[in-house]
């Protein structure tokens, strides 16, 4: 049973993707979502993830609660400073999220500390990869 499906977002075109395949879940199995997003000040790698300002990650979560308030889901979000894989496993497990859905971008095994593919090895709950691309 699916109680509450956790999303991580960047506000990136093909996270909505992860966004939208989260919230049909949510109506399929009256389940809560969580929307979760990182952020990193001053980070230099260059990912989308990393360069998140609070105040942009603010804005990403606002713009997809209201986006669940639109389809009659219970939703809340949390977001977080730090590593992007590692704050999103750690607020899906704070969260006590049954699923995790995120986005396959960046998913290459050759790319070590990608996001997703560091998700789907530390995550505590089952994991959605949505192929965005």
Same mark, same amino acid.
């Given at each position: 049973?699916?109680?509450?499906? &956790? ?24 389940? &809560? ?28 979560? &606002? ?71």
């Amino acid at each position: 049973m699916l109680r509450t499906i &956790a999303v991580a977002t960047d506000g990136s075109d093909t996270a909505q993707q992860a966004v939208a395949a989260a919230f049909e879940l949510a109506r399929r199995f009256d389940a &809560a979502v969580l929307i979760v997003t990182a952020y990193s000040v001053g980070a230099t790698d260059g990912s989308v993830w990393a360069s998140n300002s609070s105040t942009h990650a603010e804005r990403v979560l &606002a713009v997809a609660e209201e986006a669940a308030a639109e389809q009659g889901l219970a939703c809340s979000s949390a977001m977080m400073e730090g590593d992007p894989a590692d704050v999103i496993v750690n607020l899906a497990a704070r969260h006590e999220a049954d699923l995790l859905v995120v986005g396959n971008v960046g998913m290459n095994r050759r790319l070590l500390g990608s996001v997703p593919n560091t998700v789907t090895h530390k995550a505590p709950c089952s994991v959605l990869v949505v192929k965005t691309v």
